[in-house]
């Protein structure tokens, strides 16, 4: 399948609003509760104007599918990555092109040593595709959930 990958922008607003709230979506993230639009919408105009964070969209036959976030963490060249299917993208094998096409797309535009993903305990789908996606565990205290990292 032909996964393209581009920047998001604010015409993406309703879309990612929708899969941030989605059920699933929500029970995977830290922040475990629905935002509303007004919080949506301060997140994502502040998201898009972080020059050094990169929302992506992953887009099949130009249809969103799914998306890519890389945040910069305080060590310089390291992000952290987390991504959401679009409800009817998932159980369909994409999630491993997505995040493998968003992170060549992040390495072509700028210099990485280290990725990190923060995945809940209970996501096991989530985990599984870190690790077939070359992440290994990383030492930590948390008890509900784990962080995973791939270095460049």
Known sequence: MEISIRRANLQDCDVLM???NDRETVQASRVQHQVTRA????WLTSTLANEECFLL????KNEAIGTVRFDPRSELRDYEVSIT?????RGKGLAASILE????????QVSVSTL????????????AL???????????AA????WLMKSY
């Open 57 to 60: 969209i992953a887009e099949h």
């Open 39 to 42: 919080e949506h919408e301060i």
């Open 85 to 89: 299917l679009a409800p009817e993208a």
């Open 101 to 108: 096409r968003s992170q060549d797309w992040l390495i072509s």
């Open 143 to 146: 008890s509900h959930g784990q």
């Open 130 to 140: 870190f690790r077939k996606s070359g992440y290994r565990s990383v030492p930590d």
């Open 18 to 20: 929708a899969w941030r």
């Open 116 to 127: 990190y993903a923060f995945v809940q305990n209970h996501n096991a789908s989530s985990l």
